[in-house]
């Protein structure tokens, strides 16, 4: 958990989330605990409006739980919110097992997880950084 509370953000995080947060609703949402999460945020100069960690939501990626608390907090329904996530288990399978739409960030080409062909699980959207998001989304 170290590791978390010392996490560097990619370079483009802050001028994507920033972007993004101009023209729509965002939150974060994480398995770490609030004593890594938060000072790793601040250290990255990241505001979200809804911060919702696997403490706060008492459970963890892939649970729907947490998921539904997200939707619950930013107020929308689940399949109004597009998650954005880098993790074949708990990102993907979990967002869309909740009933979310799903951006996969596949920095490798791959993220040690393959897609199964027609997996009713696969992501909506895969982007190469969180730049992709931008054209996802139309702002660009």
Same mark, same amino acid.
């Given at each position: !958990?170290?590791?978390? $509370?010392?996490?560097? =953000? ?5 001028? +994507? ?11 974060? !949402? @994480? ?15 990241? +505001?979200?409006? +809804?911060?919702?960690? @696997?403490? @706060? ?7 729907? =739980? %947490? ?7 930013? $107020?929308?329904?689940?399949?109004? %919110?597009?998650?954005?996530?880098? @993790?074949? *288990?708990?990102?993907? %399978?979990? =967002?869309?097992?909740?009933? !979310?739409?799903?951006?996969? +960030? ?5 993220? $040690? ?18 730049? $992709?998001?931008?054209?996802? *989304?139309?702002?660009?």
């Amino acid at each position: !958990m170290e590791l978390i $509370g010392g996490g560097q =953000a990619f370079p483009e995080t802050r001028r +994507v989330v920033e972007t993004i947060s101009r023209h729509l609703p965002t939150a974060l !949402m @994480s398995n770490a605990d609030d004593d890594f999460l938060l000072p790793c945020l601040r250290r990255n100069a990241l +505001v979200f409006p +809804v911060v919702i960690s @696997s403490e @706060s939501a008492r459970a963890y990626k892939p649970h729907a =739980a %947490i998921f539904r608390e997200l939707a619950t907090q930013v $107020g929308l329904p689940l399949e109004n %919110i597009l998650y954005v996530g880098d @993790s074949g *288990l708990a990102d993907v %399978i979990g =967002a869309k097992n909740a009933g !979310m739409q799903c951006a996969w +960030v596949n920095r490798n080409d791959s993220g $040690g997880w393959k897609r199964p062909a027609e997996h009713e699980f696969d992501p909506d959207y895969e982007v190469g950084s969180l730049d $992709g998001l931008l054209d996802v *989304l139309g702002l660009r």
